[in-house]
């Protein structure tokens, strides 16, 4: 009976090792890089802004030139700038976090910021491209990122609101809360009362001081915990926020916020049950009046 049973064994060992390299190349190899593009129909009661709007977001690019986090490459970014753009959104909002690398080491510019604006400079969207700086930005030089993403043609807001052009919509930026720079109070207080607005952060922990939005609330920084646990979830989620805000739909007192998984790798190159995503909302009023009536003064 021993040869069988040890014979059962080097079988067991040699699957589970078989399971292991393929667990290793589909989480650090395969998911990271398996894009997804998510489309969202959002209802908003008593929408006041074009009907059908489409607003895409894309965040936590993580830019990277060490070798196995080499996910967010030149070339792959351009391409998901190219299917965005195809996809022909209204606005496009990026909530933050664009770098990965301290020692980023720049091949088209003369620096990595100016090399990322370079490449997120060639989003199209007729009513503008907006966004924050994230938590790795600022570690980086969040003033320069500003600067050569102003210059690229994207508008940053940091706790700022702006009209929306031709529309009676605002596009509110918040700041990254996990290096100090979040007001929501500020960052709203430039919108007129009653008025709809597209909201985006970087870090979703600033939900907790947001006052009451009317419109789309969007936020970033989890990645969705990048690994997701059948029954479990996220087991790390980073932030300031709870545990259960590592993706999806969540609620805080009136307000209802989307925390996007994000398209790059921070800390470990690898996902799980946790693809990357850009998403493309698209925002109208409920289809019967009457429930615009019910669902808001």
């Given at each position: 009976?021993?040869?069988?049973?040890?014979?059962?064994?080097?079988?067991?060992?040699?699957?589970?090792?078989?399971?292991?390299?393929?667990?290793?190349?589909?989480?650090?190899?395969?998911?990271?890089?398996?894009?997804?593009?998510?489309?969202?129909?959002?209802?908003v009661p008593n929408w006041k802004g074009p009907p059908g709007l489409k607003v895409a977001v894309a965040s936590d690019w993580h830019f990277s030139k060490r070798p196995l986090w080499r996910v967010m490459t030149l070339e792959r970014a351009r391409a998901?700038?190219?299917?965005?753009?195809?996809?022909?959104?209204?606005?496009?909002?990026?909530?933050?976090?664009?770098?990965?690398?301290?020692?980023?080491?720049?091949?088209?510019?003369?620096?990595?910021?100016?090399?990322?604006?370079?490449?997120?400079?060639?989003?199209?969207?007729?009513?503008?491209?907006?966004?924050?700086?994230?938590?790795?930005?600022?570690?980086?030089d969040g003033a320069k990122f500003t600067a050569a993403f102003q210059r690229a043609g994207i508008q940053v807001l940091e706790n700022q609101a702006a009209p929306l052009p031709g529309t009676a919509l605002w596009v509110v930026g918040v700041g990254d809360?996990?290096?100090?720079?979040?007001?929501?109070?500020?960052?709203?207080?430039?919108?007129?009362?009653?008025?709809?607005?597209?909201?985006?952060?970087?870090?979703?922990?600033?939900?907790?001081?947001?006052?009451?939005?009317?419109?789309?609330?969007?936020?970033?920084?989890?990645?969705?915990?990048?690994?997701?646990?059948?029954?479990?979830?996220?087991?790390?989620?980073?932030?300031?926020?709870?545990?259960?805000?590592?993706?999806?739909?969540?609620?805080?007192?009136?307000?209802?916020?989307?925390?996007?998984?994000?398209?790059?790798?921070?800390?470990?190159?690898?996902?799980?049950?946790?693809?990357?995503?850009?998403?493309?909302?698209?925002?109208?009023?409920?289809?019967?009046?009457?429930?615009?009536?019910?669902?808001?003064?």
């Amino acid at each position: 009976m021993t040869k069988p049973v040890k014979s059962w064994r080097r079988r067991a060992t040699a699957v589970l090792a078989l399971l292991m390299l393929l667990l290793g190349i589909w989480t650090v190899i395969v998911e990271p890089r398996w894009v997804a593009h998510r489309d969202i129909s959002e209802t908003v009661p008593n929408w006041k802004g074009p009907p059908g709007l489409k607003v895409a977001v894309a965040s936590d690019w993580h830019f990277s030139k060490r070798p196995l986090w080499r996910v967010m490459t030149l070339e792959r970014a351009r391409a998901i700038v190219a299917e965005i753009n195809a996809a022909q959104p209204d606005v496009i909002l990026l909530p933050g976090d664009f770098l990965a690398d301290r020692d980023y080491q720049p091949e088209i510019a003369a620096t990595p910021e100016d090399e990322i604006a370079q490449v997120l400079g060639g989003l199209k969207a007729r009513l503008g491209v907006y966004a924050v700086m994230g938590n790795h930005d600022w570690w980086h030089d969040g003033a320069k990122f500003t600067a050569a993403f102003q210059r690229a043609g994207i508008q940053v807001l940091e706790n700022q609101a702006a009209p929306l052009p031709g529309t009676a919509l605002w596009v509110v930026g918040v700041g990254d809360d996990h290096t100090g720079h979040s007001d929501p109070v500020r960052a709203m207080a430039g919108v007129p009362k009653g008025a709809h607005a597209l909201v985006f952060m970087h870090e979703p922990a600033s939900l907790f001081e947001l006052p009451l939005v009317r419109g789309l609330i969007v936020a970033a920084h989890t990645h969705g915990g990048q690994v997701s646990l059948p029954f479990i979830g996220a087991p790390i989620v980073p932030g300031a926020g709870p545990r259960d805000w590592a993706y999806g739909w969540i609620e805080h007192g009136d307000n209802r916020m989307y925390i996007t998984s994000g398209l790059g790798v921070s800390i470990l190159p690898v996902r799980f049950n946790m693809r990357p995503e850009w998403v493309m909302f698209t925002l109208a009023a409920p289809a019967k009046p009457e429930l615009d009536m019910k669902a808001e003064p």
